[in-house]
């Protein structure tokens, strides 16, 4: 298997970028909705709050989830590095004389 760290920050900057994206959209779809409120009246001023804190909640759940692959990605383009340096280490250590 072959695997390059530099990609894998790549990878992990993709995520980011996503996760950036959707809280715009996130800010785009409350701002939409703060400039409805005053027009909505009744049971449907409730319906629509309550799907629009649906919205935010499993917006925020998926921006945390591509938060935290991001993360983990990182960590292990970090780990790989370390690993494949200290493996190259002990390989050379060991065709010393």
């Known amino acids: 298997m072959h695997t390059d760290a530099a990609v894998l920050a790549q990878e992990a900057a993709n995520f980011e970028r996503i996760s950036g994206e959707l809280r ?9 909705a703060a400039a409805l409120q005053p027009n909505w009246q ?6 629509a709050q309550a799907a629009l804190v649906r919205f935010h909640e499993a917006a925020m759940r998926q921006v945390q989830e591509l ?7 990182q960590a292990s383009g970090i780990q790989y590095d370390t690993s ?3 493996e190259a280490s002990t390989i050379a250590s060991a065709m010393l004389p």
């Not at 715009?24 to 939409?32: K, P, R």
């Not at 009744?42 to 319906?47: C, Q």
């Open 24 to 32: 715009g959209v996130i800010a785009h779809v409350e701002s939409t």
């Open 42 to 47: 009744g049971a449907s001023a409730v319906a």
């Open 67 to 73: 938060n935290d692959i991001s993360a983990n990605i």
């Open 84 to 86: 494949d340096e200290n």
